[in-house]
């Protein structure tokens, strides 16, 4: 139950975060986007505090391939499926099936340094065991 807890607490912080990004970068969000940006900060939460035995680089590489992955899971979903037409990635190079690109990884991997002492102090405040040392 401890756990369930932990990550719910995670996964609505991710999601609000995320919507705030998005505003602020495109202008907009969409209500399908706090699912998945809480999706995403729950993975780079479970790789800063449970898998902060790797490097630094390899967990915000890892962190940013898992978001890759979600947001083109997502982007299969709301915009291929349902047609929701969210975001549509056609017109920048470097894109896959209009869902992701190699930019917005780029930058994934940047925001996935940037989360790592957020997820490590979040962990301390929300859980017994979370460590607070640095990163």
Known sequence: MKRFFE???????????????????????????????????????????YAAHLPLFSRCLLGAFSVTVLEFAAGCIVNLWLGWKVWDYSGVPL?????????YSVLWLGLCALSAPVCRRLAARITDGGSDSEI
């Open 7 to 49: 990550f719910s607490t995670v996964f609505w912080i991710g999601g609000a975060v995320y919507n705030m990004i998005e505003i602020l970068w495109r202008g907009y969000t969409h209500w399908t986007m706090t699912l998945t940006g809480g999706a995403c900060f729950a993975v780079l939460y479970a790789l800063h505090v």
């Open 95 to 103: 894109n896959f099936c209009g869902q992701v690109c190699l930019l």
